[in-house]
């Protein structure tokens, strides 16, 4: 259930992009040759008796495509079509670019905002710590300790006093000859007592045990208006698209997050891992990141994607002569097989994640 709901997730993202190209394309007169969602083989078409557009509902749901009369035609076969995509106005066909990645933007905003105005906002209160990872070798790893251990007590101290300062002091003020620690770990509904002795680590500077600690934030849920869910919506979509791209940023600049890239079946993972977990608020909050992300990777200057097909635009508007289509449909032709092989190394990626 929670890997169709991923899906879904996804289906939901790439159909309101596609969309986005396909009403602003109805909007400047320029006529669609297929609307597809999903990819592969059709399993339901249609024909629109008012416009000659194909519709469809394809077998594999990690896709989709609004397909216009002459659009990458490398050979000229569609050059003398009117219906082509190219002989229109350069600033319809700006606009009708720009739509997808404005749509997945506008959904992201329209989302947030339904549902921090039905479902109120979230204040932190607090955080509590838990066990991230468990190193191989590490004292944590002989006195028994696992992943998602939450750490009650040591030595009869309360570590759930929302911060993660008292266990990480706890732990690094430890010194050699006091005693071991004595830990009182919530295992879902389990309670299992250990003890054992932090290392000093020579390249941290400071005593461990092995792990990696997180931490859950601590939430209350306080009503909201309308007009407060706008504002929030906002500021969190703002936020959102910061990060992001510092992100992109850093990953174009240094690699920096390469290794943390994911592609469609790291995603569904992740969500339906996520909402199993959190339910509906995670889910609403991925949708949003993702479609986020889905916009503003659509406007990077790559080559078969919409930011590569506004540059194209911007340097007709600017040469006041459109570059050559065949020449064109080459470039984003070439840059849609280098993306192809790149997904399929990173769906190799994460099915290796899953298998690790």
Same mark, same amino acid.
């Given at each position: ?65 609004? !397909? ?63 066990? +991230?990872?468990?190193?191989? !070798? ?53 309670? +299992? ?53 510092? !992100? ?109």
């Amino acid at each position: 259930m929670y890997i169709i709901l991923a899906l879904l997730l996804l289906a939901i993202l790439i159909t309101v992009h596609e969309f986005g190209h396909f009403l602003a394309a109805r909007a400047m007169k320029i006529e669609v040759r297929e609307f597809a969602i999903g990819m592969g083989p059709k399993l339901i078409g249609w024909k629109s008796k008012k416009y000659d557009t194909d519709f469809s509902i394809r077998a594999i749901p990690l896709g989709g495509f609004c !397909a216009f009369y002459g659009e990458d035609d490398a050979k000229g076969i569609s050059k003398d079509d009117p219906r082509a995509f190219p002989k229109q106005n350069v600033w319809k066909r700006l606009f009708v670019i720009l739509m997808g990645p404005v749509m997945n933007f506008v959904l992201a905003f329209v989302v947030g905002t339904v549902f921090f105005w039905v479902n109120g906002v979230e204040t932190i209160t607090g955080i509590d710590p838990y066990i +991230v990872d468990v190193m191989a !070798a590490g004292p944590a790893y002989s006195a028994g300790i696992q992943a998602k251990d939450v750490v009650t007590e040591i030595n009869g101290v309360n570590m759930l006093d929302g911060t993660e300062t008292t266990l990480l002091d706890t732990i690094g003020n430890w010194k050699e000859g006091d005693a071991p620690l004595k830990m009182t770990i919530l295992r879902g509904e389990e309670t +299992v007592e250990t003890e054992l002795t932090p290392v000093w680590d020579e390249k941290e500077q400071k005593m461990r045990i092995g792990v990696t600690i997180g931490g859950k934030y601590r939430t209350e849920t306080e009503p909201e208006t309308f007009l407060g869910g706008i504002k929030d919506s906002w500021d969190w979509c703002s936020y959102a698209s910061g990060v992001m791209l510092r !992100a992109l940023k850093d990953l174009v600049t240094t690699g920096e997050g390469l290794d943390q890239t994911s592609g469609p079946v790291g995603i569904v993972s992740m969500v339906s891992t996520e909402v199993q977990e959190e339910g509906l608020r995670a889910f609403i909050r991925l949708l949003m990141v993702i479609s986020i992300n889905l916009g503003l990777m659509n406007l990077l200057p790559i080559p078969g994607l919409d930011g590569s097909r506004l540059v194209f635009g911007l340097v007709e508007v600017v040469r006041r002569k459109p570059v050559p289509p065949e020449k064109e449909a080459m470039v984003h032709l070439a840059g849609m097989v280098v993306l192809f092989g790149f997904m399929i190394f990173i769906t190799f990626k994460d099915i290796m994640k899953l298998f690790g």
